[in-house]
């Protein structure tokens, strides 16, 4: 392979890592606060169709951005009364959620659009183009350094760079801010957060309204940058990639990082190439697919290092009597 | 203190299921009166469009065939205090089991064919559940969370043996080979005018036997026995001397083999091939239709048949109104999922509360037993 | 300090501020607290003085940790009022109590396992939304506290890391960091080792030496008459006394504790103990948390003679109950059923001490002996289900379980008599008797009973204490756990007492006194060699 055909797969690999390490970074916040959330993927999914929905009527690429954060918090807050308030179990809202959202964005497509549950096609003001960074043209005859900023570095949409920077803020908010410090003990110990005078399922909320957010995020991702347009079922179980990229990651920011770029870079791969050779044996392209799913639940077996999750993960908390 | 008087049990099995569904319906006609169409007239589409004649029902018992066995399987695990979210991959993976055998021995009769691939099914299905459940009983690891990646893995899987293994010479899309017409089960068609062109097949008495072995097998054995103990009381089980650990292994590789008989239904008796995507999410109905008949066979055979019913309904409805589908089916079943699995706290506490104002018997209960209690 | 409404919830000032130099840091007046049928707390008085260390003794279930959670805030009280440094406070919540100057170390630790020592220390008490201005503080003043108080630890550690005598010294960090004047502390040292809690002992003096206030909550009476100024007893939600430490004794304490309750006459000849058919060799166990629960226990059972276990509820004997009857696992020792070793690996080493005689009515019927949502008849096979009796190959005889639980429930005297009803839905004593009737109509070779009349009206008491008389006199061997001291000297023919682990002395209940096995209980052994 030469430079150009490995940018070319690094490339795509920052295009495709960018949606799981949203929706990672999403999972992250309401899953150190304790709610087990099985819902990222429906939560994305609704956004996507949110976004572009709103993207194709208002032909503003940011509206539509505005009303797939929208979505995606209103249906955070569903899981959140049905998890938090209610006590319900975590992993069935977080099912029904996704279910949810599969039946409604395919309905409410097709009612509104008529295009088979595909949204219009956006034009280029109901999208975000490529960002070009400043210098990329001018350095790119610099050798290698040069053509990594340009072709690498430079020319993603908007929402790439954030989803980068989210991973500084979390790990920021996590273990600098009071508010990190508290959610990170909600999950752990709620009943110490309780005694301290704090309220569980105050924090729980805010969690999870900040996992909508970022799931927002996400999904606009898919149908206003990444696409031009919603189509169904666009998600495509990324949500639950995400979810295995988190529990990979032991639930910390930078590793999430590290562990969507590598999922990212798989998925890249696999587009790729058909098949890959690995010491003369033919490697299946279903194979590199599989294989951030095998890799978690080898990993949760606890056969390479151990991934724990939160303590009070999945247990609604009752101050008892 | 806190704890309110328990439902009396005819409103735990029927009006608190009933209740939800009517909210989820409401919700669900909210939807179509938003979009500007009429939700009883879809609500009628549906009920003719899965009863309205024998082809309809045919439909209507085919669908039902499958969420019985889903249902069934995560009922199952759920009565043992397990999450069975895998039947999807279960069911998928069982497919290969039934192509394999029914391809191997289609020359025969498929009163041959159908106990073999009936084993293989449950035997492919039972090991991809197993995994999961030996997982968590051994290393800790939760079976949710498993079982979601083996739905994953058993996606590609399939479509890896689809392509480069099953499919045979000249065919160019991902898929099987088809099975010989002797070895291919019967469908009720050929036997009863009116189900013909219909897909329900022999497997329907497959899944109705299944209902009576489960129900067997949950009360009616020290296997069931001990299967409820553990999931109502982990502790008490071990107690008892119960192996819990033994226990979970068991029952996902049970669960898993009732899933496999999805693709019993679909490979043998409908498509006659394995294709990609059969089981079409048969696994994530099979978990509303087991909170919807609150885990008990009867309760999932009716369940069952009114997601039989909605499915094929709603495959009706967009010849009634044009533009509606069956997605709108989707959207209920959701609504089912959500109210009857995680906001069940939505009525209960009012529910409970109306019962002990409004019954007699268990307000003077109620009096007795606190008089009794402060006077000791 | 006037300017505070004393009925106003909202935050005060920390109490630091405004602290006369003597006089009662804490009043309670008419407490009174009911869970459901419970009366927890009758009309409690109690005044602390400022400066000393006060501590509350009685029973389990007497209601000392109730009362201290009132003052925490973590309960409301149903009446009555509590006094503050003089000023009538309404404690609506944690925060409010520690607004007040009330800190408390629980039981069961708050702390974050996976936090380190500062960040537990500032949890709750940040001072802004970014962490390090709080973290430099917290630093600055840890230091300063652990030289003025002799509290050394690492801030930086991780909390899970340190040992758990470290872990109760950051739970009086956090409380003194909040401004305590006042400090709860509620059976501090029942995870500690000896050393540890002559550590704590030391802090606490120190405390009381800087003019601090401490409410210690205990049932070792050794620590009592080691630390505290003031004593107060309850006993049975009731406050029976308060008295000054030096004008009391150990023996006069025990016997408030236990009060002069009427000893229930029970018809028992005399035993005529067979051949050894239980016995516990060296055995080791740890709980769930992997401590030592259980340290190097050896006794035996014969035939025909009940042995009784005394102590104060967590001394091991819990984990000694599971351990025997094959819920749980040894470190070391054996447990020797008829001459045969009980393997207890795996998770199914009940159904293996059942096979081999031993019939167990567990401590806690709700969470073990019985399935709340099953029917009286399913709770009655409940561990016997894989027997011939209920049918052979895989099907469960229901027929004959119904039959059995039928005839059952009728020599038992279970009411009501419906062996359809759920088991949640008897009352205490009547699901005792269920699993009494299991148990015990089996004809085990063995029986090992835990608290049998634990939450059990006084009728069915006599009832259940006399079907165990009728067990041993029809020679079965008969190991017996309570914390009812009162039950254990009219039932058993030998007592062993345990404190820590350990089989601390054996007595003869006819011989032996009361305030000989409080003694005991409390931990205090050398006190006769010393005299």
Same mark, same amino acid.
């Given at each position: 392979?030469?430079?150009?055909?490995?940018?070319?797969?690094? $490339?795509?690999?920052?295009?495709?890592?960018?949606?799981?390490?949203?929706?990672?970074?999403?999972?992250?916040?309401?899953?150190?606060?304790?709610?087990?959330?099985?819902?990222?993927?429906?939560?994305?999914l609704?956004?996507?169709?949110?976004?572009?929905?709103?993207?194709?009527?208002?032909? +503003?690429?940011?509206?539509?951005?505005?009303?797939?954060?929208?979505? +995606?918090?209103?249906?955070?807050?569903?899981?959140?009364?049905?998890?938090?308030?209610?006590?319900?179990?975590?992993?069935?809202?977080?099912?029904?959620?996704?279910?949810?959202?599969?039946?409604?964005?395919?309905?409410?497509?097709?009612?509104?659009?008529?295009?088979?549950?595909?949204?219009?096609?956006?034009?280029? $003001?109901?999208?975000?183009?490529?960002?070009?960074?400043?210098?990329?043209?001018?350095? +790119?005859?610099?050798?290698?350094?040069?053509?990594?900023?340009?072709?690498?570095?430079?020319?993603?949409?908007?929402?790439?760079?954030?989803?980068?920077?989210m991973?500084?803020?979390?790990?920021?908010?996590?273990?600098?801010?009071r508010?990190?410090?508290?959610?990170?003990?909600?999950?752990?110990?709620?009943?110490?957060?309780?005694?301290?005078?704090? +309220?569980?399922?105050k924090?729980?909320?805010?969690?999870?309204?900040?996992?909508?957010?970022?799931?927002?995020?996400?999904?606009?991702?898919?149908?206003?940058?990444?696409?031009?347009?919603f189509?169904?079922?666009?998600?495509?179980?990324?949500?639950?990639?995400?979810?295995?990229?988190?529990?990979?990651?032991?639930?910390?920011?930078?590793?999430?990082?590290?562990?969507?770029l590598?999922?990212?870079?798989? $998925?890249?791969?696999?587009?790729?190439l058909?098949?890959?050779e690995?010491?003369?044996?033919?490697?299946?392209?279903?194979?590199?697919?599989?294989?951030?799913?095998?890799?978690?639940?080898?990993?949760?077996?606890?056969?390479?290092?151990?991934?724990?999750?939160?303590?009070?993960?999945?247990?609604?908390?009752?101050?008892?009597? | 203190?806190?704890?309110?008087?328990?439902?009396?049990?005819?409103?735990?099995?029927?009006?608190?299921?009933?209740?939800?569904?009517?909210?989820?319906?409401?919700?669900?006609?909210?939807?179509?009166?938003?979009?500007?169409?009429?939700?009883?007239?879809?609500?009628?589409?549906?009920?003719?469009?899965?009863?309205?004649?024998?082809?309809?029902?045919?439909?209507?018992?085919?669908?039902?065939?499958?969420?019985?066995?889903?249902?069934?399987?995560?009922?199952?695990?759920?009565?043992?205090?397990?999450f069975?979210?895998?039947?999807?991959?279960?069911?998928?993976?069982?497919?290969?089991?039934?192509?394999?055998?029914?391809?191997?021995?289609?020359?025969?009769?498929?009163?041959?064919v159908?106990?073999?691939?009936?084993?293989?099914?449950?035997?492919?299905?039972?090991?991809?559940? #197993?995994?999961?459940?030996?997982?968590?009983?051994?290393?800790?690891?939760?079976?949710?969370?498993?079982?979601?990646?083996?739905? #994953?893995?058993?996606?590609?899987?399939?479509?890896?043996?689809?392509?480069?293994?099953?499919?045979?010479?000249?065919?160019?899309?991902?898929?099987?080979?088809?099975?010989?017409?002797?070895?291919?089960?019967?469908?009720?068609?050929?036997?009863?005018?009116?189900?013909?062109?219909?897909?329900?097949?022999?497997?329907?008495?497959?899944?109705?036997?299944?209902?009576?072995?489960?129900?067997?097998?949950?009360?009616?054995?020290?296997?069931?026995?001990?299967?409820?103990?553990?999931?109502?009381?982990?502790?008490?089980?071990?107690?008892?001397?119960?192996?819990?650990?033994?226990?979970?292994?068991?029952?996902?590789?049970?669960?898993?083999?009732?899933?496999?008989?999805?693709a019993?239904n679909?490979?043998?008796?409908?498509?006659?091939?394995?294709?990609?995507?059969?089981?079409?999410?048969?696994?994530?109905?099979?978990?509303?239709?087991?909170?919807?008949?609150?885990?008990?066979?009867?309760?999932i055979?009716?369940?069952?048949?009114?997601?039989?019913?909605?499915?094929?309904?709603?495959?009706?409805?967009?010849?009634?109104?044009?533009?509606?589908?069956?997605?709108?089916?989707?959207i209920?079943?959701?609504?089912?999922?959500?109210?009857?699995?995680?906001?069940?706290?939505?009525?209960?506490?009012?529910?409970?509360?109306? #019962?002990?104002? #409004?019954?007699?018997?268990?307000?003077?209960?109620?009096?007795?037993?606190?008089?009794?209690?402060?006077?000791? | 300090?006037?300017?505070?409404?004393?009925?106003?919830? !909202?935050?005060?000032?920390?109490?630091?501020?405004? /602290?006369?130099a003597?006089?009662?840091?804490?009043?309670?007046?008419?407490?009174?607290?009911?869970?459901?049928?419970?009366?927890?707390?009758?009309?409690?008085?109690?005044?602390?003085?400022?400066?000393?260390?006060?501590?509350? /003794?009685?029973?389990?279930?007497?209601?000392?940790?109730?009362?201290?959670?009132?003052?925490?805030?973590?309960?409301?009280?149903?009446?009555?009022?509590?006094?503050?440094?003089?000023?009538?406070?309404?404690?609506?919540?944690?925060?409010?109590?520690?607004?007040?100057?009330?800190?408390?170390?629980h039981?069961?630790?708050?702390?974050?396992?996976?936090?380190?020592?500062?960040?537990?220390?500032?949890?709750?008490?940040?001072?802004?939304? *970014?962490?390090?201005?709080?973290?430099?503080?917290?630093?600055?003043?840890?230091?300063?506290?652990?030289?003025?108080?002799?509290?050394?630890?690492?801030?930086?550690?991780?909390?899970?890391?340190?040992?758990?005598?470290?872990? !109760?010294r950051?739970e009086?960090?956090?409380?003194?960091?909040?401004?305590?004047?006042?400090?709860?502390?509620?059976?501090?040292?029942?995870?500690?080792?000896?050393?540890?809690?002559?550590?704590?002992?030391?802090?606490?003096?120190?405390?009381?030496?800087?003019?601090?206030?401490?409410?210690?909550?205990?049932?070792?009476?050794?620590?009592?008459?080691?630390?505290?100024?003031? /004593?107060?007893?309850m006993?049975?939600?009731?406050?029976?006394?308060?008295?000054?430490?030096?004008?009391?004794?150990?023996?006069?304490?025990?016997?408030?504790? /236990?009060? %002069?309750?009427?000893?229930?006459?029970?018809?028992?000849?005399?035993?005529?103990?067979?051949?050894? *058919?239980?016995?516990?060799?060296?055995?080791?166990?740890?709980?769930?948390?992997?401590?030592? %629960?259980?340290?190097?226990?050896?006794?035996?059972?014969?035939?025909?003679?009940?042995?009784?276990?005394?102590?104060?509820?967590?001394?091991?004997?819990?984990?000694?109950?599971?351990?025997?009857?094959?819920?749980?696992?040894?470190?070391s020792?054996?447990?020797?059923?008829?001459?045969?070793? *009980?393997?207890?690996?795996?998770?199914?080493?009940?159904?293996?001490?059942?096979?081999?005689?031993?019939?167990?009515?567990?401590?806690?019927?709700?969470?073990?002996?019985?399935?709340?949502?099953?029917?009286?008849?399913?709770?009655?096979?409940?561990?016997?289900?894989e027997?011939?009796?209920?049918?052979?190959?895989?099907?469960?005889?229901?027929?004959?379980?119904?039959?059995?639980?039928?005839e %059952?429930?009728?020599t038992?005297?279970?009411?009501?008599?419906?062996?359809?009803?759920?088991?949640?839905?008897?009352?205490?004593?009547?699901? !005792?008797?269920?699993?009494?009737?299991?148990?015990?109509?089996?004809?085990?070779?063995?029986?090992?009973?835990?608290?049998?009349?634990?939450?059990v009206?006084?009728?069915?008491?006599?009832?259940?204490?006399?079907?165990?008389?009728?067990? %041993?006199?029809?020679?079965?061997?008969?190991?017996?756990?309570?914390?009812?001291?009162?039950?254990?000297?009219?039932?058993?023919?030998?007592?062993?007492v345990?404190?820590?682990?350990?089989?601390?002395?054996?007595?003869?209940?006819?011989?032996?006194?009361?305030?000989?096995?409080?003694?005991?209980?409390?931990?205090?052994?050398?006190?006769?060699?010393?005299?």
């Amino acid at each position: 392979m030469d430079m150009g055909a490995i940018l070319s797969i690094l $490339d795509a690999t920052l295009r495709l890592s960018t949606p799981l390490l949203l929706a990672c970074l999403a999972g992250l916040y309401s899953e150190r606060a304790g709610i087990f959330d099985i819902g990222l993927e429906g939560k994305m999914l609704a956004a996507a169709f949110a976004a572009a929905a709103v993207a194709a009527v208002s032909g +503003s690429a940011w509206i539509g951005l505005m009303a797939g954060m929208a979505v +995606s918090v209103m249906t955070a807050c569903l899981q959140g009364v049905a998890a938090i308030t209610l006590k319900g179990n975590q992993l069935i809202a977080g099912v029904a959620i996704n279910m949810l959202a599969a039946g409604l964005t395919t309905f409410l497509g097709q009612q509104w659009f008529h295009q088979g549950g595909r949204t219009p096609a956006l034009g280029p $003001d109901g999208r975000f183009g490529a960002i070009q960074l400043p210098f990329a043209a001018e350095l +790119s005859g610099v050798p290698i350094l040069g053509p990594i900023y340009a072709d690498l570095i430079s020319g993603h949409y908007l929402l790439v760079y954030i989803a980068f920077a989210m991973v500084a803020v979390t790990a920021y908010v996590l273990y600098r801010t009071r508010f990190g410090l508290r959610l990170r003990a909600v999950g752990e110990n709620p009943k110490a957060v309780d005694t301290a005078g704090i +309220s569980v399922n105050k924090l729980r909320f805010q969690a999870v309204l900040i996992t909508g957010l970022l799931c927002g995020l996400a999904g606009a991702y898919f149908s206003i940058a990444q696409g031009s347009g919603f189509g169904n079922n666009m998600t495509a179980g990324k949500g639950y990639i995400a979810l295995a990229a988190l529990i990979f990651a032991k639930w910390k920011p930078v590793p999430a990082m590290f562990t969507c770029l590598l999922f990212g870079f798989l $998925d890249a791969l696999q587009i790729r190439l058909q098949s890959a050779e690995l010491f003369g044996i033919e490697v299946p392209v279903q194979a590199i697919q599989a294989l951030p799913y095998v890799l978690t639940v080898v990993l949760l077996a606890g056969f390479i290092g151990k991934a724990v999750g939160p303590k009070a993960g999945g247990v609604p908390y009752t101050k008892e009597r | 203190m806190s704890a309110l008087r328990p439902l009396p049990r005819w409103a735990d099995i029927a009006l608190l299921p009933v209740l939800n569904l009517i909210l989820a319906f409401l919700i669900s006609g909210l939807v179509v009166l938003m979009i500007g169409q009429n939700p009883f007239v879809a609500m009628w589409a549906i009920v003719t469009g899965a009863f309205g004649n024998g082809y309809n029902i045919g439909y209507t018992l085919y669908y039902a065939t499958n969420f019985i066995f889903t249902g069934l399987a995560v009922a199952l695990a759920a009565h043992g205090g397990l999450f069975n979210i895998g039947a999807n991959g279960q069911a998928y993976v069982a497919g290969l089991g039934v192509i394999v055998t029914a391809l191997a021995l289609d020359q025969t009769h498929w009163l041959i064919v159908a106990p073999v691939a009936m084993l293989a099914a449950a035997l492919f299905g039972g090991v991809w559940a #197993f995994v999961p459940g030996y997982l968590q009983a051994k290393r800790g690891s939760h079976v949710v969370i498993t079982t979601i990646m083996f739905n #994953f893995i058993a996606a590609a899987l399939m479509i890896y043996m689809l392509n480069r293994v099953l499919k045979p010479a000249g065919v160019s899309g991902p898929e099987s080979a088809m099975i010989e017409e002797a070895g291919r089960m019967p469908k009720l068609g050929q036997f009863f005018a009116p189900f013909n062109y219909t897909p329900v097949n022999f497997s329907i008495f497959v899944a109705l036997l299944a209902l009576v072995l489960v129900y067997i097998l949950i009360w009616h054995t020290r296997f069931g026995y001990s299967l409820r103990t553990m999931g109502a009381n982990p502790t008490a089980a071990r107690y008892a001397g119960i192996s819990n650990s033994r226990m979970i292994m068991i029952t996902m590789t049970l669960s898993g083999a009732l899933a496999g008989m999805v693709a019993f239904n679909e490979v043998l008796g409908v498509q006659n091939r394995l294709v990609l995507d059969f089981v079409a999410d048969a696994g994530f109905v099979g978990i509303a239709v087991a909170l919807m008949g609150r885990n008990h066979p009867i309760g999932i055979g009716l369940a069952a048949l009114l997601f039989g019913a909605l499915y094929q309904g709603g495959n009706e409805l967009q010849y009634v109104i044009s533009g509606l589908d069956r997605t709108v089916v989707v959207i209920i079943q959701a609504l089912v999922i959500l109210f009857t699995g995680a906001m069940e706290g939505l009525f209960r506490p009012g529910l409970q509360r109306g #019962f002990a104002l #409004f019954s007699q018997e268990s307000r003077a209960e109620a009096l007795e037993r606190s008089t009794v209690k402060s006077e000791s | 300090m006037s300017e505070i409404n004393p009925q106003d919830p !909202q935050r005060p000032q920390p109490a630091a501020a405004s /602290v006369p130099a003597s006089g009662w840091a804490i009043e309670l007046e008419k407490i009174n607290k009911r869970f459901g049928p419970v009366h927890a707390n009758k009309d409690i008085d109690l005044k602390i003085e400022r400066g000393t260390i006060h501590g509350i /003794v009685g029973e389990n279930g007497a209601g000392k940790s109730t009362l201290m959670s009132i003052l925490y805030g973590f309960y409301t009280a149903d009446s009555g009022t509590i006094r503050v440094n003089g000023e009538v406070h309404a404690i609506t919540d944690s925060r409010h109590a520690l607004a007040l100057g009330i800190g408390m170390v629980h039981q069961h630790f708050m702390l974050v396992d996976n936090f380190s020592v500062l960040e537990n220390v500032i949890l709750g008490a940040e001072d802004s939304g *970014l962490l390090k201005p709080s973290l430099d503080r917290a630093r600055k003043e840890l230091d300063r506290l652990e030289t003025e108080y002799d509290l050394e630890v690492n801030p930086d550690a991780i909390v899970e890391d340190i040992s758990v005598g470290q872990q !109760q010294r950051v739970e009086i960090l956090k409380a003194l960091y909040r401004g305590a004047e006042t400090l709860i502390l509620d059976e501090p040292t029942g995870v500690l080792t000896p050393k540890e809690a002559d550590d704590l002992f030391r802090v606490l003096e120190t405390l009381r030496a800087q003019g601090k206030t401490v409410i210690l909550i205990t049932h070792k009476l050794r620590e009592i008459m080691a630390i505290t100024d003031n /004593v107060s007893v309850m006993r049975q939600g009731e406050m029976v006394a308060t008295v000054k430490t030096a004008e009391t004794s150990p023996e006069q304490l025990a016997e408030l504790m /236990v009060g %002069r309750r009427v000893l229930l006459r029970i018809d028992k000849g005399e035993a005529h103990p067979g051949k050894t *058919l239980l016995e516990v060799q060296n055995l080791v166990v740890a709980d769930d948390l992997g401590i030592v %629960r259980v340290k190097d226990v050896s006794f035996s059972v014969r035939a025909g003679e009940i042995v009784g276990i005394a102590g104060v509820s967590g001394n091991g004997q819990s984990e000694l109950l599971e351990s025997v009857t094959g819920m749980r696992d040894q470190r070391s020792g054996n447990v020797v059923l008829n001459g045969n070793p *009980l393997s207890l690996k795996g998770d199914d080493g009940a159904a293996r001490a059942r096979a081999a005689g031993l019939a167990h009515v567990p401590e806690d019927r709700q969470r073990m002996g019985l399935v709340t949502s099953f029917s009286e008849w399913e709770n009655s096979i409940l561990g016997y289900h894989e027997t011939p009796t209920y049918g052979t190959g895989p099907l469960l005889d229901i027929a004959a379980a119904k039959r059995e639980a039928a005839e %059952r429930i009728k020599t038992f005297d279970v009411r009501p008599a419906d062996i359809n009803l759920k088991g949640s839905l008897f009352s205490g004593g009547n699901q !005792q008797k269920i699993v009494l009737a299991r148990e015990m109509e089996r004809n085990p070779d063995v029986l090992v009973v835990g608290q049998p009349t634990r939450g059990v009206d006084i009728g069915a008491i006599e009832f259940i204490h006399n079907q165990i008389i009728k067990m %041993r006199d029809a020679g079965k061997a008969i190991l017996l756990v309570s914390v009812e001291l009162d039950e254990i000297r009219s039932l058993a023919d030998r007592i062993l007492v345990m404190f820590d682990g350990q089989i601390v002395g054996e007595a003869d209940p006819a011989t032996a006194t009361e305030g000989e096995l409080g003694l005991m209980m409390a931990g205090v052994t050398d006190r006769k060699a010393a005299e």
